[in-house]
């Protein structure tokens, strides 16, 4: 979607202020928050593509008054009240609703290293990649309500092929519950004159990772 | 989910406290009870990202890429593999990408849509790089963000921003500094910072170790 999110080459924003000795969390909320987000993860109601656009979705005036956990904590309850792990009136609350069964949490502490461990996104099924390192591509000119990773500043631009990444679940459909429909992941680079016009640096690109459904050969 | 001011289905749901402290405590405690989280668990998560992972894993891969160039041709090659010889492997470090800087080359590492990075080699996020300054500006303008980060670049290096669109991350290779020839593998791992490894700082001797 063409969210607040899609925030690359956008002005306005001023300075990057960097801080120094920063700590893992700011405050203990944040670390709790985090780790509930992974325990929540381990019932498999959803992906990180689902996630991804739990917090696309957040009205753009409150994404941007958010701090970052902030938007993980809307988007986790967007998901679990979704698929009703939680109602919205046990979030109003904060009390389980009357006659709910106690259930046993699918993340016990002992499978908690398990969990971290790996979640890859590389599919082992056979596929003809379309484009080889080299190739010149352009990407299409889309702008889906839903969840997409081609971003705006690079729709319906010229690139090359620096790279291929193998099968790669896709997440515009993965993100909407219709299935991982993996598909060939390339690193196309974008120069940086493609994208931003004669006053970028003539020596300077931009590298993303583009399923083959976003490119077209040039 | 529609916008709505008039009603209460709003993103959060919530007439529970704004103070997110309060709400994420409030929403704790609903979970527990309703058997959904165990609380053991959260503290074996926090304890994982807070002690266990972070920016010294990747210091340690660029020191050893700096003195072996066996490994260092395997990272950049296959930096998955790479990478998990030396035993750093979990969520956020799937697929791995090794890029290096030369005299000529600077790489710099962005997430323009959210803030993928690579949990395993330099742990969580900074700030910074989550923040919509860097997130709009890396793209457009890499020469006035590093500029800000006190580097200035000649116009003769290319630099290449890496937009970490898919699951794949990328790690900076940075350039070992001039007068470290003596140092071994320790020593150098405690001269590479963490946004050495983002593309956001080229190194010094004098580095301050992998916390910035």
Known sequence: MNGIHDMGGMHGFGRVEREIDEPVFHAPWE?????????????????????????EIIPP????????????????????VDVGLVSAEEIRSARPARGTNNVTPALAPNAVERVLARSPALRDVPAQPRFRVGDTVITHNINPTG????????????????????????????????????????????DARELWGESASRRDGV???????????? | MPHDHHDHDHTDHSDLPAEPALRVKALESLLVEKGLVDPA??????????????????????????????????????????????????????????????????????CTLCSCYP??????????????????????????????????????????????????????????????????ADQLTDLVTRDSMIGAEKLRATGEGAQR
């Open chain 1, 31 to 55: 670390a709790r928050l985090f780790a509930l987000r992974h325990a929540m993860g381990a019932w498999g109601k959803w992906n990180i593509d689902g996630s991804r656009y739990a917090r």
């Open chain 1, 61 to 80: 005036e409150d994404y941007l008054r958010m701090s970052y956990y902030e938007r993980w904590l809307a988007g986790l309850v967007t998901q679990m």
């Open chain 1, 147 to 190: 969840h997409t990773r081609l971003p705006r500043y690079a729709r319906a631009k010229k690139g090359t092929v620096v790279r291929y990444h193998g099968v790669h679940v896709f997440p515009d459909t993965s993100a909407h519950g219709h299935g991982e429909q993996p598909q060939p992941l390339y690193c196309v680079r974008f």
């Open chain 1, 207 to 218: 590298h993303l990772d583009l399923w083959e459904a976003y490119l077209a050969a040039a």
């Open chain 2, 41 to 110: 668990a959260l503290d074996a998560i926090i304890e994982t990202y807070e002690r266990k992972i972070g920016p010294r894993n990747g210091a340690r891969i660029v020191a050893r890429a700096w003195t072996d160039p066996a490994f260092k041709q395997r990272l950049l090659d296959d930096a998955t593999s790479a990478i998990a010889e030396m035993g750093f492997v979990g969520r956020q470090g799937e697929h791995m990408v090794a890029v290096e800087n030369t005299a000529k080359v600077h790489n710099m590492v962005v």
């Open chain 2, 119 to 184: 949990w395993p080699v330099l742990g969580l996020p900074p700030v910074w790089y989550k923040s919509a300054p860097y997130r709009s500006r890396a793209v457009i303008d890499p020469r006035g963000v590093l500029r800000e980060f006190g580097l200035e670049l000649d116009s003769d290096v290319e630099i290449r921003v890496w937009d970490s669109t898919s699951e794949v991350r990328y790690l900076v290779l940075p350039e070992r500094p001039p007068g470290t020839e003596t140092l071994n």
